[in-house]
């Protein structure tokens, strides 16, 4: 398999499977939206992809970049500066094309105004250095910044007679937090807010309980079962750290009298049976796509139609009749390459 596969028929037929947490929530949220996203035309090896720019999900790719870059700095020694917090954004503003939000539709451009441009990235970015770089320079190790794992088959999941899994993935972030001496992956999440039920939101979780999981396998794989070396081993996530960051500056004078945090970090904490009860549903998730791959039959499921920030992309083609629907992708859709968490060639 290439990297851009997530599939292939071994000799013995069995299905072997590349999945991330991406893969596997779009296939649990609707057969029909996974067709089109993942299943790749076999004239092109592309999928179908919207011409429409969300500027949400362009402010989190940003602050993703800009934190990467802040983090990194950190693993040189570094607590970065203001000066480096402006090169950080402005660099990743550029690198992700933010002004062309900037003219797009009313609706798009009035999230970029409320934002504040490249001048409410900024502050962002400070506010977000005033609240946690000592804190974290001090205390924790930066284990590493978007770290890809699992697209070199180097983190099985399980296999039966039916299916041979492995996992992948990306967290944002991994760090050792030195007082507690453990292990964690850490994801950034942008909202509009902080939600007011932020710390239930990611437990159950299937991207917290994946990332738990891969961060345990790579352990063992670095230390295995030297007794010299588990002396000085660290402790096994049994948590991760969800950083949750809100797009628009809190209200000065909420209604409710409290100020609502920009940012919240959140700790889903899981237990080893947890973990392996993430990893069974997986396996199970993977049979049954399997099971869409050999029949061709990719059920819709209505619930899922109004999801995401304006309902799902593929909603309008959904809502036509079958014999138009394949005109329609072409008319209003793209051509796009096959999500994959990250480009093996970084490595």
Same mark, same amino acid.
């Given at each position: 398999m290439n990297d851009k596969q997530f599939y292939e028929i071994l000799p013995d037929g069995r299905y072997r499977f590349r999945v991330d947490h991406h893969t596997i929530n779009d296939y649990n949220t609707c057969d029909r939206y996974f067709s089109l996203r993942h299943i790749t035309d076999p004239a092109d090896g592309m999928v179908w992809g919207s011409k429409t720019l969300n500027i949400k999900i362009a402010l989190g790719s940003w602050w993703s970049s800009v934190m990467e870059s802040f983090y990194n700095e950190m693993t040189f020694g570094t607590l970065p500066t203001d000066?480096?917090?402006?090169?950080?954004?402005?660099?990743?503003? *550029?690198?992700?094309?933010?002004?062309? @939000?900037? #003219?797009?539709?009313?609706?798009?451009?009035?999230?970029?105004?409320?934002?504040?441009?490249?001048?409410?990235? &900024?502050?962002?970015?400070?506010?977000?250095?005033e609240?946690?770089?000592?804190?974290? @320079?001090?205390?924790?190790?930066?284990?590493?910044?978007?770290?890809?794992?699992?697209?070199?088959?180097?983190?099985?999941?399980?296999?039966?007679?039916k299916v041979v899994v492995y996992y992948g993935g990306k967290p944002d972030l991994v760090i050792?937090? &030195?007082?507690?001496?453990?292990?964690?992956?850490?994801?950034?999440?942008?909202?509009? #807010? =902080? %939600?007011?039920?932020?710390?239930?939101?990611?437990?159950?979780?299937?991207?917290t309980a994946g990332y738990i999981y891969a961060v345990n396998k790579m352990l063992d794989m670095m230390y295995g079962?030297?007794?010299?070396?588990?002396?000085?081993?660290?402790?096994?996530?049994?948590?991760?750290?969800?950083?949750?960051?809100?797009?628009? &500056?809190?209200?000065?004078? /909420?209604? #409710?009298?409290?100020? *609502? %945090?920009?940012?919240? %970090?959140?700790? /889903?904490q899981y237990s080893a049976d947890e973990i392996e009860e993430w990893r069974q549903s997986v396996m199970e998730k993977c049979r049954r796509l399997r099971d869409s791959i050999e029949r061709g039959v990719w059920t819709p499921r209505e619930s899922a139609c109004h999801l995401y920030y304006n309902g799902c992309v593929f909603?309008?083609?959904? *809502?036509? /009749?079958?014999?138009? &629907?394949?005109?329609?992708?072409? #008319?209003?859709? =793209?051509? =796009?390459? /096959?999500?994959?968490? @990250?480009?093996t060639e970084e490595d």
């Open positions: 000066h480096h917090i402006y090169k950080f954004v402005t660099d990743a503003w *550029s690198e992700h094309k933010m002004e062309d @939000y900037a #003219s797009a539709d009313d609706k798009t451009r009035e999230v970029f105004d409320k934002f504040g441009g490249l001048d409410g990235g &900024r502050l962002m970015a400070l506010e977000y250095y609240a946690f770089a000592k804190q974290h @320079y001090s205390s924790w190790q930066i284990i590493g910044a978007e770290l890809g794992f699992g697209w070199k088959d180097e983190l099985p999941l399980g296999e039966d007679d050792l937090d &030195r007082a507690q001496n453990m292990i964690m992956p850490l994801d950034f999440k942008t909202k509009d #807010s =902080v %939600p007011g039920n932020a710390t239930l939101m990611y437990k159950p979780h299937p991207q079962h030297n007794l010299t070396d588990a002396a000085t081993r660290p402790l096994s996530p049994t948590k991760c750290i969800i950083m949750i960051c809100a797009r628009f &500056r809190p209200t000065d004078k /909420p209604r #409710s009298g409290v100020r *609502s %945090p920009r940012f919240l %970090p959140v700790y /889903p909603r309008r083609v959904c *809502s036509q /009749p079958a014999n138009i &629907r394949q005109a329609l992708l072409k #008319s209003d859709f =793209v051509k =796009v390459e /096959p999500w994959s968490p @990250y480009n």
